[in-house]
């Protein structure tokens, strides 16, 4: 019994720890929560078991007596008095449509379409046909990669707006070269020159660097450069400018 507990105690914390990866967006997605179509049993188990963690939304699945619970774009899958959690997605066979990576989609979309521009670093395509909001590490090969082909990208008409991402972690050295960079007096230029290894001179000031590192997290960004279209679909990795042209024009 000891043993089962523990292991209960331990699904729990772990629980709690995915779910805090998704509170920073989950806070800012909150007033869409679901207002109806679900029990209040679930809504009272759901708070006995992480309290002070409001989901962004409920709502009830194809599967009889499952409710999906979203955090953001963290979704789980509960029985109506969360005694039992499913882990993983919802595929519609017959459509060949995971569904539930479209809602995760969608949240991610309208996460970043929320975002303040200013404070991201943008290069505009002048014959815009999308915008990709990439997260990006000073220091990674392919973030250098895709900097120097920038041309390429606004070009084909896709603007990128960068968002920073130092993998290294908050007060890293890759960290302090982000805070340069936006803190600089033109960073745009300043990226540049920090992507092609020039110094940039340590600057301090009020920048967003550590919120968009924990935005990226919430969002699940596990490496660089992590780039998402505007529908919040993701695309991991560097992706040459002609093949994310035709993937934005193909997803149109």
Known sequence: MTSIKKNIKKITLGLTTIIGLAVFSANILAQDAAKSAVSQELTAALDNLMPGTKPTSIESTPLPGIY???YGSTIFYFNKDAS????????????????????RGAARGKLLNSMDESKMIIYQAKNEIAKVTVFSDIDCPYCVKLHREMKDYNNEGITIRYMAYPRAGLGSRS??????????????????????????????????????????????????PAMFLEDGTSLPGYIPAKRLANAIKSAK
Request: charged share 25%; proline share 5%; net charge negative.
């Open 68 to 70: 999906e619970v979203s």
């Open 175 to 224: 960290y302090q070269k982000a805070v340069n960079v936006w803190c600089a007096d033109n960073p745009a230029q300043a990226m540049t020159d920090a992507k092609e290894g020039k110094p940039l001179p340590n600057k301090t000031c009020d920048n967003p660097v550590a919120d968009q590192y924990q935005l990226g997290q919430a969002l699940g960004v596990q490496g660089t």
């Open 84 to 103: 039992i959690m499913l882990r993983g997605d919802i595929i519609d066979v017959k459509n060949r449509v995971n569904l539930t990576e479209q809602k």
